[in-house]
């Protein structure tokens, strides 16, 4: 960097060499635990269960090593001093992170733990770790975020995302966010006021090619523009805007992988305007994530399909028009996910907690919203469906498509991950920037909160994490859009959502007690973020069961499998 002290170019070369090195042991560590999970080349499911506990430090441990990676790798000689500050603060706690995971990971696999020390006793990292993450250095790191009020991590972008940013971001101050307390605390649908205005911008159609109404290329996805547009509406409120392109992204992928041309044409022009709003129906009381042992019957009927059985955590269930329902269309349940079809249930929209459809036929289908600690708003509802009837022309793919729902479903998975990234850096962002402005209007023993060296190395700390997961979201964003990125798709989702808990809770703890307080907005940022580790793939799951085995199937040479 072409301004930066050379100790900053020490420091920069310090932390390439010590990401050098663990990136060395991790790949390392990930081929020896793969190789205890495999039988005849391939990965065991019961030998992969019983290595879950370092499984799971694996895949965080990728996750943490990829965003300090990206985030070093991204620095230019145009860099600001407080970008490059913020990524050496990220890389070293993360490097921290990582050697106590890289001892688990050994330690499970019965490996000898020396080359762990070894990193732990590099030069490089005494030094990078005195130099970036020692007090004076947090401190001034802190101060460059407060005199920036918070504002870091920022991406160039090209002209077209530039000014979609702007647009939202606008629009989440100036609309959403005067709206989103009393949402919240009145536990309301989110209003008209909301939903209209955010049609007429067009975010219902972002993942829709512009040949069926939407705003997407026909020849190529932007999912840059999806983490855009969520980032900033998540920066007014999670529930009340930034969750609301989720759900028409995964019933778009779905249709786009498998509809007929007519589903296609029906559906889409009117999913991009925002009429009808749809809910997706996967998760079932007794299964959580484990979408393949999903039991919600559908039986043949004339000129369709009667569908029985619940559906639970159906987010925006009530307003929605249509129900994206993931169904098990033949009787043998030992087809397991070959046996699953996705078929399209129209309703009437509510606005309340509670709703029932009765049919001309008789069958029904009763909705319960669910009393929830935060994400108020979307409201996730309870759904029971008795012979509730679905037309031949609602399932997607017809005929063809009966079996296939699983891989439809599967579709829109990484889109949704990436959006959830996405949400978790708007809530992050938020969040920094309230806790910027009360710790220099609140004073405690004669001085700023901002003046002191402890608030000051919590803010450091707080936007290095935000910096780095959005430069990671906004670099997978482009790794996805080339086909690719699946698993990386899911280590962003890892970290940011988890990071947003650890940034709202710090913001929270500067507040004190007004933190606590549901009069003031990071209240609602922290109950907000709790949810992000739970939704689109619980963290447990995607880190055992997508991230974990990727990562030993790439170490092993073998096709993946994973969601």
Not at 95 to 112: K, S
Not at 491 to 496: E, P
Not at 501 to 508: C, H, N, S, Y
């Amino acid at each position: 960097m072409s301004d930066m002290a050379e100790p900053m170019q020490q420091q920069l070369a310090n932390a390439s060499a010590v990401l050098a090195r663990t990136r060395s042991l991790f790949d390392a560590s990930v081929l020896a635990l793969a190789q205890r999970c495999q039988d005849g080349g391939r990965l065991n499911n019961k030998r992969l269960d019983e290595q879950q506990v370092a499984s799971f430090e694996m895949a965080w441990a990728g996750a943490e090593l990829l965003a300090a990676e990206t985030a070093i790798a991204a620095l230019t000689p145009a860099s600001a001093p407080l970008d490059a500050r913020l990524a050496l603060v990220f890389t070293v706690d993360a490097v921290v992170a990582l050697l106590d995971r890289l001892d688990v990971m050994l330690a499970e696999t019965g490996q000898d733990p020396a080359a762990v020390d070894v990193l732990r006793a590099l030069p490089e990292w005494r030094a990078l770790r005195q130099a970036a993450g020692g007090s004076e250095a947090l401190q001034a790191v802190g101060r460059g975020v407060i005199d920036a009020q918070g504002v870091v991590g920022e991406v160039v972008l090209d002209e077209q995302h530039a000014l979609a940013q702007d647009a939202f971001r606008r629009f989440a101050q100036e609309v959403v966010a005067p709206q989103a307390e009393a949402i919240h605390r009145h536990d309301l649908t989110v209003p008209e006021s909301l939903l209209q205005p955010m049609r007429e911008m067009g975010v219902f159609g972002l993942a829709i090619p512009e040949e069926h109404g939407g705003s997407a290329p026909n020849d190529h996805d932007d999912t840059l523009l999806m983490v855009v547009v969520t980032e900033a509406l998540s920066e007014g409120s999670l529930a009340a805007a930034g969750s609301l392109i989720t759900r028409p992204e995964i019933l778009t992928r779905a249709l786009l992988a498998g509809g007929t041309d007519e589903q296609k044409h029906h559906w889409l022009p009117r999913l991009a305007a925002g009429d009808p709003l749809c809910a997706i129906a996967m998760t079932e009381p007794d299964y959580g994530s484990d979408l393949a042992a999903c039991q919600l019957k559908g039986t043949r009927a004339p000129g369709g399909w009667l569908l029985n059985g619940a559906k639970t955590w159906c987010t925006f269930a009530g307003k929605a028009g249509v129900l994206m329902v993931v169904t098990r269309t033949d009787p043998d349940r030992s087809l397991g996910h070959k046996g699953l079809s996705v078929l399209l249930a129209e309703k009437p929209s509510f606005d309340t907690h509670e709703f029932e459809v009765k049919q001309e036929g008789g069958g029904t289908l009763s909705g319960r919203a669910i009393p929830t600690i935060g994400y108020r708003g979307m409201h996730s509802f309870d759904l029971s469906f008795q012979d509730y009837f679905v037309p031949d022309a609602n399932v997607i793919g017809g005929e063809a498509g009966l079996g296939k729902g699983f891989y439809y479903t599967l579709a829109g998975m990484v889109g949704g991950r990436m959006q959830t990234s996405a949400r978790a850096c708007g809530v992050m962002r938020a969040a920094l920037r309230a806790a910027v402005r009360y710790t220099q209007d609140r004073k405690v023993f004669g001085a700023p909160l901002a003046a002191l060296a402890l608030p000051q190395a919590k803010i450091a700390r707080m936007a290095a994490r935000l910096a780095a997961c959005r430069r990671l979201a906004y670099t997978v964003a482009g790794i996805v859009d080339t086909g690719n990125g699946r698993m990386e798709a899911s280590l962003v989702k890892l970290l940011a959502c988890r990071s947003a808990e650890l940034v709202t809770r710090e913001a929270l703890q500067l507040h004190g007690g007004m933190g606590y307080a549901e009069e003031t907005p990071v209240s609602r940022y922290f109950v907000d973020a709790r949810v992000l580790s739970i939704f689109e793939g619980a963290e447990e799951t995607l880190a055992l069961k997508v991230v974990a085995r990727a990562l030993m199937e790439r170490a092993l040479g073998v096709a993946p499998t994973g969601a």
